[in-house]
């Protein structure tokens, strides 16, 4: 059975909760594994436009909710700086790429899925 379209209301950050979980035995997360899925998550939320609302990994599986911002409501000029913020300043957009990369990236919500 397929699942119920999202609620998208234009214009408006929508809310997520994303959970992930292991079917395997055990307790497959262990302390270093949880550190590097909490600074993937701070990192990639600096690149996207997102807010971590909030986040608890355990041992077996993690949760995690997210406002996804619309990608209408920034600028080229906020889209640059976090992707120099990100990729450091070597890897800066050159004329004419943000549009190409507003099309082939998903950086925010996209209100027309």
Do not use: W
């Amino acid at each position: 059975m397929p699942r119920t379209s999202r609620l998208l209301i234009p214009d408006q950050a929508t809310v997520y909760h994303v959970m992930s979980r292991t079917a395997l035995e055990g307790l497959p997360l262990g302390d270093a594994e949880k550190d590097y899925l909490t600074t993937l998550i701070k990192q990639l939320s600096r690149l996207y436009f997102t807010e971590v609302l909030g986040f608890c990994c355990m041992g077996n599986h993690f949760h995690l909710l997210v406002r996804m911002l619309p990608e209408d409501n920034f600028s080229d000029a906020e889209l640059q700086q976090r992707h120099e913020l990100f990729f450091g300043e070597e890897k800066r957009f050159s004329e004419g790429h943000i549009p190409f990369y507003r099309l082939k990236e998903r950086i925010g919500d996209r209100q027309n899925m």
